[in-house]
């Protein structure tokens, strides 16, 4: 039944294939056959991993394994405080994955929660209320208004119905519904006006339909296996760390038996050794990578929370940082959300009009609507009147002398968004709807139905009745035999009936929903039925649309200037996406930019991701479309961001590399499937995620060479003094005090730092790019080398001046921690040196070092740590050879990086 194009046939048809009577429904001894042959109307949920073991299962990675293995031995060597921190950092970060894969499991259980809790059936010719869960394929359900859809449906009775499915074809207006069958087996989920979908719901009209599917063989169900087959990935950056962890742990170990097999060659004693050769591996392994990643990303939560996104996966932030795709759903993301009139046509004229939503300010430019004798006045006129929206502030109505209050107030409307449009065109003109109904008062409506497309109400006014009309173009204009001008009421021509369907065609292909207005006297007997609506002034015509975001069109700039292919998603027509990304800028003239869902329905995955990179625009797609254009994308070697809200987006939003909710609008299935809820539900806030996401690259880079450096220049110490025969220039404790002063505070404060001037105006990173790449690795070894050699220069300088063994470890000692502490500000910009970033523009950090200062000098000042760290107090000469030992390269390094940048012109000086 499942493979059935059921909105083709006729639902007489459809009910035959069944096997069911349109007006009495099944038998129960039919229905309880079905009902085992086919199992409940419920969608399945795979089952989730216990708990505890999801817990557990976040200690499996290899690093971390490392580093409870360097806690057994800290705390064997005593340093009880690091295993403690290295034991808090791990439980920490399991405590943060365990809830990230907690939530996403939750994902299905919010789809469920959208089915129906129960239906109206017919059975038996009897009309019953049963759990939505026992309806069968070839029930006959009867909706009202306000109703759930509880299962897959053709409709067999639709009365002035209109389903909202925005949730899962992303249609952005109520879909209106009829029994007619279709033609086109390939016609898109949101254009088959004959079928009702398990999870939607009607807001307006009632009907009848028979079940064509029930469970995981619905759309709603199709949706639920797809979300369950999507697997999760690492990020990138998970990627490149898990890469970077094992291969410094295997040379930190290589080089720490070098170091212990030739002290012992020759002749140290082996207990000093082995420990020696522990403590340089705990210092050498980084544990404190974990920690900077997380305080990091952190950070950019924070930062992110400030600019309208909430993130609920920390990695989420730094992928986007290496986004190359944003794929982007049209309504509220790109687009205002609110229809606004663009257009007016009327006695010949194409007048523009501006302002944007729904606020009542704008210009009309061509023609002057307070004209009262002038047909754009009339027309503006007959909006506001046959109009049931209102206009709102803060959500209240407000009308006559309390438009004023609350200026600041953001505009709304209450009611049918396309009434909205219009009602707020009116007010532009200071039209109101409350002061012309000062002197005339409605006295009747023909509401808006599918077949007739259009809407009429009677007003008496002082002159007698009028009708006043709106709908459908087409519809309105075959009933209009005059046409109101400046010059008063002329006849109506053929001629001039096929120069305003031009006019109305013209609109319709700049995506502008078009409405007709037209008015009539009425004679006082004259009945209020259909009959109004005969014999029509035409008026003039109002063509609205969606308009985009500013700042959605400056995002989108952003976007091409790093590098960011902008890709539009959405479920409405090809013509609305198309004008609409023509505005956006996501559509430059490209040949073949746009493809419809249609056009995706015959094209094979191969060929799909051949052409993928050609296309900017996707319009009328099913939830099946966007997971197969992410995964295109994805083949093609792309990081993809996609956005979404509603139930259809939630499989290509998990599948995505980071997959971004809309707050406001979205449903809780897409929210928990996503790594990024938006707040405002625009799509800038994601190009601001996107600068977020590199600085905190750049930043994490910034770690791992002030960390790398560091450690580098420890094990070369310990090493080259040992190969060279030297005394040992470091004892074990004072290594690990070492990497206890300077792997912490300072290395925490580069996590916070803010990002680098033009950090947009770059390409993405590739995916697969070493975190070593662009010249880190070289920096790394010659920075790491400099500290090591500095080390031992003024270890065996102290030697030779005579300095006890004593004086020249606590030098050596010294020496290797102002090293990293003043190589930890060279290390806040791979461009720029000291000089141009500024000492003093990231107080943090500024602080992270003094407290680590103090904390080395209190080992070589204070009597009873002197004791413990086998210190003893420096000199002035001393002090003055380690400081310009230590600080000399970065103000060297620095001075060449400002000659260098000034000669090229990019240098900028940072304020403090």
Do not use: H
């Given at each position: 039944m499942r493979q059935q194009a059921w909105h083709v046939l006729p639902w007489l048809d459809v009910a035959k294939a069944l096997d069911v009577h349109p007006a009495k429904g099944l038998n129960l001894k039919e229905v309880r056959r079905r009902l085992q042959e086919v199992g409940k109307n419920v969608l399945a949920v795979k089952k989730g991993t216990h708990p505890v073991f999801l817990f557990l299962g976040q200690f499996k990675d290899f690093m971390v394994l490392v580093l409870l293995a360097a806690t057994v031995v800290s705390g064997l060597l005593g340093e009880?405080?690091?295993?403690?921190?290295?034991?808090?950092?791990?439980?920490?970060?399991?405590?943060?994955?365990?809830?990230?894969?907690?939530?996403a499991e939750r994902s299905m259980e919010s789809l469920r929660s959208l089915t129906a809790p129960e239906a109206r059936v017919l059975r038996e010719g009897m009309e019953q209320r049963i759990p939505a869960t026992d309806v069968v394929p070839g029930d006959i359900v009867l909706v009202d208004t306000g109703d759930r859809i509880p299962a897959d449906v053709r409709w067999i009775q639709a009365v002035n119905m209109q389903v909202e499915e925005s949730a899962l074809t992303g249609e952005s207006h109520p879909v209106t519904k009829s029994i007619s069958p279709l033609h086109d087996e390939f016609t898109p989920m949101a254009d088959r006006q004959n079928m009702g979908y398990m999870g939607t719901a009607l807001v307006n009209g009632r009907g009848a339909g028979v079940v064509v599917a029930t469970g995981m063989d619905t759309e709603m169900g199709v949706i639920a296996g797809m979300i369950q087959s999507v697997e999760d990935e690492e990020t990138p950056l998970q990627k490149r760390?898990?890469?970077?962890?094992?291969?410094?742990?295997?040379?930190?170990?290589?080089?720490?038996?070098?170091?212990?097999?030739?002290?012992?060659?020759?002749?140290?004693?082996?207990?000093?050794?082995?420990?020696?050769?522990?403590?340089?591996?705990?210092?050498a392994i980084p544990e404190g990578l974990p920690a900077i990643v997380t305080v990091a990303l952190a950070v950019g939560v924070q930062r992110m929370v400030k600019r309208q996104a909430i993130i609920r996966k920390l990695p989420a932030v730094e992928t986007l940082g290496c986004a190359?795709?944003?794929?982007?759903?049209?309504?509220?993301?790109?687009?205002?959300?609110?229809m606004t009139v663009r257009q007016i046509y009327s006695d010949g004229r194409r007048i523009s009009v501006s302002g944007e939503g729904y606020d009542p300010k704008g210009e009309f430019q061509g023609a002057d609507p307070e004209k009262e004798r002038d047909p754009l006045n009339s027309a503006l006129k007959i909006a506001a009147l046959c109009n049931n929206a209102t206009l709102t502030k803060k959500g209240v109505q407000v009308a006559g002398l309390f438009r004023s209050k609350g200026k600041d107030a953001p505009w709304g409307i209450e009611g049918d968004p396309t009434e909205g449009a219009i009602l707020v065109a009116a007010a532009k003109a200071g039209i109101w709807r409350e002061v012309l109904e000062r002197k005339q008062k409605r006295i009747g409506e023909l509401p808006f139905d599918s077949d007739r497309k259009r809407m009429s109400v009677v007003y008496e006014t002082k002159q007698g009745r009028k009708a006043y009309v709106k709908g459908a173009p087409d519809m309105v204009l075959r009933l209009c035999q005059q046409e109101l001008t400046r010059q008063g009421v002329v006849e109506l021509s053929n001629e001039r009936k096929r120069s305003i369907m031009r006019a109305n065609d013209e609109m319709a292909r700049h995506a502008l929903r078009v409405l007709a207005v037209a008015e009539k006297p009425l004679a006082d007997a004259e009945p209020l039925d259909e009959g109004v609506e005969q014999g029509l002034t035409f008026v003039g015509l109002l063509g609205m649309i969606d308009p985009p975001r500013a700042s959605a069109v400056k995002a989108i700039r952003v976007c091409r200037q790093a590098g960011i292919k902008p890709v539009m998603i959405t479920g409405d027509h090809r013509l609305t996406a198309e004008a609409v990304a023509h505005e956006l800028g996501i559509l430059r003239g490209e040949n073949g930019g746009v493809v419809s869902g249609t056009e995706l329905e015959r094209t094979s995955d191969?060929?799909?991701?051949?052409?993928?990179?050609?296309?900017?625009?996707?319009?009328?797609?099913?939830p099946k479309d966007k997971l197969r254009i992410v995964r295109a994308y994805k083949k093609r070697g792309q990081v993809v961001a996609m956005t979404g809200?509603?139930?259809?987006?939630?499989?290509?939003?998990?599948?995505?590399?980071?997959?971004?909710?809309?707050?406001?609008?979205?449903?809780?299935?897409?929210?928990?499937?996503?790594?990024?809820?938006?707040?405002?539900?625009?799509?800038?806030?994601?190009?601001?995620?996107?600068?977020e996401g590199r600085g905190i690259y750049d930043n994490i880079r910034?770690?791992?060479?002030?960390?790398?450096?560091?450690?580098?220049?420890?094990?070369?110490?310990?090493?080259?003094?040992?190969?060279?025969?030297?005394?040992?220039?470091?004892?074990?404790?004072?290594?690990?005090?070492?990497?206890?002063?300077?792997?912490?505070l300072p290395a925490m404060?580069?996590?916070?730092?803010?990002?680098?001037?033009?950090?947009?105006?770059?390409?993405?990173?590739?995916?697969?790019?070493?975190?070593?790449?662009?010249?880190?690795a070289s920096k790394i070894a010659v920075r790491g080398t400099f500290i090591g050699l500095g080390t031992l220069l003024v270890f065996v300088v102290a030697l030779f001046m005579g300095v006890n063994m004593l004086g020249a470890r606590t030098m050596a000692f010294t020496t290797l921690v102002f090293s990293q502490l003043f190589h930890v500000f060279d290390c806040r910009s791979e461009?720029?040196?000291?000089?141009?970033?500024?000492?003093?523009?990231?107080?943090?950090?500024?602080?992270?070092?003094?407290?680590?200062?103090?904390?080395?000098?209190?080992?070589?000042?204070?009597?009873?740590?002197?004791?413990?760290?086998?210190?003893?107090?420096?000199?002035?000469?001393?002090?003055?050879?380690?400081?310009?030992?230590?600080?000399?390269?970065?103000?060297?390094?620095?001075?060449?990086?400002?000659?260098?940048?000034?000669?090229?012109?990019?240098?900028?000086?940072?304020?403090?």
């Open positions: 009880i405080a690091d295993a403690i921190t290295i034991l808090a950092i791990l439980i920490i970060n399991a405590i943060l994955g365990f809830v990230q894969e907690f939530r760390l898990a890469e970077l962890g094992k291969w410094l742990v295997l040379i930190s170990f290589l080089v720490c038996v070098a170091v212990v097999v030739t002290g012992i060659l020759r002749g140290e004693d082996f207990y000093k050794m082995f420990f020696t050769g522990v403590s340089l591996a705990v210092a190359t795709v944003i794929c982007s759903d049209k309504t509220g993301t790109l687009t205002q959300n609110e191969q060929e799909l991701s051949e052409r993928i990179m050609d296309i900017s625009v996707f319009a009328r797609v099913t809200d509603g139930v259809n987006d939630a499989p290509a939003v998990k599948e995505a590399d980071i997959g971004v909710a809309m707050g406001k609008t979205g449903t809780d299935v897409t929210k928990e499937a996503s790594s990024m809820v938006l707040g405002d539900d625009n799509f800038a806030t994601i190009v601001a995620a996107v600068e910034k770690f791992i060479r002030y960390l790398l450096s560091c450690n580098l220049g420890e094990v070369l110490t310990m090493f080259l003094a040992t190969l060279v025969g030297l005394p040992l220039p470091l004892l074990p404790i004072q290594i690990l005090w070492v990497n206890l002063v300077t792997d912490g404060a580069l996590g916070v730092d803010g990002s680098e001037p033009g950090i947009m105006n770059r390409p993405p990173r590739k995916p697969g790019e070493s975190i070593f790449a662009r010249g880190l461009e720029r040196g000291i000089f141009e970033v500024g000492i003093f523009t990231n107080l943090y950090l500024v602080g992270a070092v003094c407290i680590s200062t103090i904390m080395q000098l209190s080992v070589i000042y204070v009597a009873p740590l002197q004791v413990i760290f086998k210190t003893t107090p420096l000199v002035s000469w001393q002090w003055i050879l380690i400081l310009c030992v230590a600080g000399g390269p970065s103000v060297l390094i620095g001075l060449a990086r400002l000659l260098k940048n000034s000669w090229q012109g990019k240098t900028v000086i940072a304020k403090g």
